[in-house]
């Protein structure tokens, strides 16, 4: 979320970002909060002149009595003032959330770095690591692949939770084990503290990460109950610091965590296909980092290379896509996306994603810290997917995959399986 004051002195500049993100329709958007901003700020200051009027006339009635006159006209007065006050507050408050709705709408104001482009179809590739190799035999996709050795079942999950889910078996499901414990062991001698969050978090915590077309797209709502399924953990870190006013001794604050992540995607045909690529459930490590404004596009850079390593040294070809404008979620004003190669489609893939949100969730959910002025400002907030391990499998059963159908363990994921280099076939199928 924005902050009003760049609406109010230069609306202008919010309405040219909003045509830079293709939301025309948005427009008008801006009009709207400059029209109620101004009914609530004389409004407001109608308020103040009736406390300012009380003020007085208490004051007039306390002289009045030490005088020994007649108060009976002030106290009359007096007992108007506060149902005067009240009427107005009621719009005042009315107005104020009004106004906060439609600054939730919106988009947050990209960085200048940012390419201009309407959609993914126009996002800029800035790197590609490692080398693709060209197989000598056909690669099989990881689902034929997967139910060949024995290691996955699709069609149980399928039939106990519906499409979109999987069990996971055997070697293939201490793989995901090795990418997990191995990313958290990568972000920890990184310098990131380890964190384990909750599964489940409150609605004003997701209205503060997350744009409502989000939310209805994205996130489970559990029955009854003030509560929905995490997307991703970087919520409910970037929630921990809720209305709290950090030190600036405190920051940078980088952080990195594991849990299981829920997604309805809505709209996404992907889920109604067997295998692991798009899911309602997956295991991820993220990354979060809080840390001064004058500092966020340092970090940046530093998740963005933290995320090349890691999928560099699971051998596993990648390029960098720079977001444009276009392409970015409302509250982001930078991101890119890392995606790794696929031999079998001759294309890259999405398997991770960095996002710069500057000041939009620190200002929704009040996280703030105390400078060298002792003035309180809105920390920045970042975040990338390590690694979201379902994307990954793919990735390492596609291009580790051998001439006999197995698939060779990424040498450092060796330490983690029980020093096996190798899925295959177990002796008898």
């Known amino acids: ?225 003030d509560l929905y399924l995490i997307a991703t953990s970087e919520h409910p870190i970037i929630g921990m610091f809720k209305d709290k006013v950090l030190k600036k001794e405190d920051l940078p604050i980088k952080l990195t965590s594991y849990s299981m992540c829920f997604r309805k995607e809505v709209g996404s045909h992907g889920v109604d296909e067997k295998g692991l690529f798009r899911t309602h459930q997956f295991n991820k490590q993220e990354m979060v980092v809080l840390c001064r404004p004058e500092d966020s596009y340092k970090y940046y850079d530093e998740l963005l290379k933290l995320s090349k390593e890691l999928f560099k040294n699971l051998g596993i070809p990648i390029r960098e896509m720079e977001s444009c404008s276009g392409d970015l979620a409302d509250l982001k004003a930078k991101g890119a996306d890392l995606e790794a190669w696929s031999p079998r489609q001759e294309k890259f893939f999405e398997v991770t994603s960095v996002t710069n949100m500057e000041a939009a969730q620190a200002r929704r959910l009040n996280i703030k810290f105390l400078d060298e002025k002792n003035e309180r400002r809105f920390v920045h907030t970042l975040n990338n997917t390590a690694i979201a391990t379902s994307r990954a499998l793919v990735a390492i059963m596609e291009n580790h995959q051998q001439a006999d159908g197995s698939i060779l363990i990424p040498a450092v994921l060796v330490p983690y399986m029980n020093r096996k280099k190798v899925i295959g076939k177990k002796k008898g199928d």
């Open 1 to 225: 979320m924005i902050d009003i004051r760049l609406i109010r002195e230069f609306p202008q500049l919010v309405k040219e970002n909003i045509r830079k993100k293709f939301q025309t329709e948005k427009l008008v958007l801006v009009d709207k909060i400059i029209e109620k901003d101004e009914k609530w700020r004389k409004l407001k200051a109608e308020v103040d002149k009736l406390r300012h009027e009380r003020n007085r006339i208490s004051s007039d009635i306390a002289k009045a009595m030490k005088e020994k006159k007649s108060v009976s006209a002030l106290l009359k007065k007096a007992k108007l003032v506060p149902k005067k006050i009240e009427k107005i507050e009621k719009k005042t408050d009315k107005l104020k959330k009004e106004v906060y709705q439609l600054l939730r709408q919106i988009p947050n104001i990209i960085h200048s770095s940012v390419p201009i482009g309407k959609d993914s179809t126009q996002n800029i590739e800035r790197e590609r690591i490692g080398q693709i190799k060209k197989p000598k035999f056909k690669i099989k996709n990881h689902v034929e692949l997967a139910e060949e050795l024995g290691v996955a079942d699709f069609d149980s999950s399928a039939k106990i939770a519906g499409n979109g889910f999987y069990f996971l078996r055997g070697d293939l499901a201490l793989l995901n084990q090795a990418l997990i414990n191995y990313a958290r062991d990568f972000m920890v001698s990184k310098g990131y503290l380890y964190v384990e969050p909750p599964l489940m978090i409150r609605k004003d915590v997701l209205e503060g990460v997350y744009s409502k077309k989000e939310i209805d797209v994205m996130s489970y709502k559990i029955e009854n109950e």
